[in-house]
T-cell receptor, first 115, second 114 residues
Framework: DSGVTQTPKHLITATGQRVTLRCSPRSGDLSVYWYQQSLDQGLQFLIQYYNGEERAKGNILERFSAQQFPDLHSELNLSSLELGDSALYFC??????????????FGEGSRLTVL | DQQVKQNSPSLSVQEGRISILNCDYTNSMFDYFLWYKKYPAEGPTFLISISSIKDKNEDGRFTVFLNKSAKHLSLHIVPSQPGDSAVYFCAAPIGSSNTGKLIFGQGTTLQVKP
């Protein structure tokens, strides 16, 4: 158990819909990261938040947005969903910047299926 | 542009033998590398890392080798155990090494047969 909690574990929805994925980081971790893993792909970095502020952005679509709340949990919002958005979405946390370089603690992921 | 590549999607080895997982990178600015292991229905977990100032790092049965001139790293597992069966990802931090913004390879699925 990494200490990172993601909900829901599975989600099935239709094209054009909007969903919210939730992540609770490890206790004490200030940094939250979102990654997407599509079929046969490695993990793709989407976005990072540190203590409520956006710190880094990857290849995140404009239809996607995220935020980190004062209690440090984070939400990833996916809107106008397309079939290609079907993927595993992982949240990870770290103590950043004091943590071991690059070591992240991942949740179990939220599997999104868009029909 | 795939800056970190794992060209072998899968690898099968016998229990007790050595498993060698390979990873190539194209960005010579990368100065730190990590290996993560992932079991089905779980998130990736950190396994071992190496800084570019070293060419080898060992942790128990796991050793990572770095060849900077070839832009190649490999993970050796000796001896391999059935519990090592998982997907292995190599990764490198983008930008500053003190960041969790990682670029991952596509992963190699290791099967260790009893």
């Amino acid at each position: 158990d990494s200490g990172v909690t993601q909900t829901p574990k599975h989600l099935i929805t239709a094209t054009g819909q909007r969903v919210t994925l939730r992540c609770s980081p490890r206790s004490g971790d200030l940094s939250v990261y979102w990654y997407q893993q599509s079929l046969d792909q490695g993990l793709q970095f989407l976005i990072q938040y540190y203590n409520g502020e956006e710190r880094a952005k990857g290849n995140i679509l404009e239809r996607f947005s995220a935020q980190q709340f004062p209690d440090l949990h984070s939400e990833l919002n996916l809107s106008s969903l397309e079939l290609g958005d079907s993927a595993l979405y992982f949240c990870a946390s770290s103590v950043y910047p004091q943590g071991r370089t690059g070591e992240l603690f991942f949740g179990e992921g939220s599997r999104l299926t868009v029909l | 542009d795939q800056q970190v590549k794992q060209n072998s999607p899968s690898l099968s080895v016998q229990e007790g033998r050595i498993s060698i997982l390979n990873c190539d990178y194209t960005n010579s600015m990368f100065d730190y590398f990590l290996w993560y292991k992932k079991y089905p229905a779980e998130g990736p977990t950190f396994l071992i890392s190496i800084s570019s100032i070293k060419d080898k790092n060992e942790d128990g049965r796991f050793t990572v080798f770095l060849n900077k001139s070839a832009k190649h790293l490999s993970l050796h597992i000796v001896p391999s155990q059935p519990g090592d069966s998982a997907v292995y990802f190599c990764a490198a931090p983008i930008g500053s090494s003190n960041t969790g913004k990682l670029i991952f390879g596509q992963g190699t699925t290791l099967q260790v047969k009893p």
